[in-house]
């Protein structure tokens, strides 16, 4: 109720995350106080641990403090290597 109250009665937040190569953050200019930011990056981190590393993932955070839910919208980026060794064969 105090984050509510302290927000002029809004009770719906967005939080838009992005990151890669090992740094990562929220929009920072949003005009939430620090506490709704915490529950956004733990939100993160406990979903999606790791999401600012190599090529990183983006999303949205919403927090609803009437109904008490959190939803992530999350993609994740990643690169992908195949190898593969042609040992020996023989031209006929």
């Known amino acids: 109720q ?3 109250e302290e927000h002029g009665g809004e009770t719906q937040f967005e939080f838009p995350y992005n990151g890669y190569g ?3 953050e929220i ?3 949003l005009p939430y106080n ?3 930011l915490n529950i956004a990056y733990e939100m993160i981190d406990l979903y999606h641990g ?3 590393n190599n090529e990183g993932a983006d999303g ?3 927090i609803n403090l009437e109904t008490k839910d ?3 919208y999350h993609t994740q980026y990643y690169e992908e290597t195949e190898y593969q060794e042609i040992d020996e064969f023989q031209i006929v």
Do not use: A, M, R
Request: hydrophobic share 40%; charged share 30%.
């Open 27 to 29: 929009d920072s200019n």
């Open 34 to 36: 620090d506490d709704l």
């Open 60 to 62: 949205t955070v919403l």
């Open 22 to 24: 090992d740094s990562g």
């Open 50 to 52: 790791g999401w600012e």
């Open 70 to 72: 959190v939803s992530i």
């Open 2 to 4: 105090k984050l509510i």
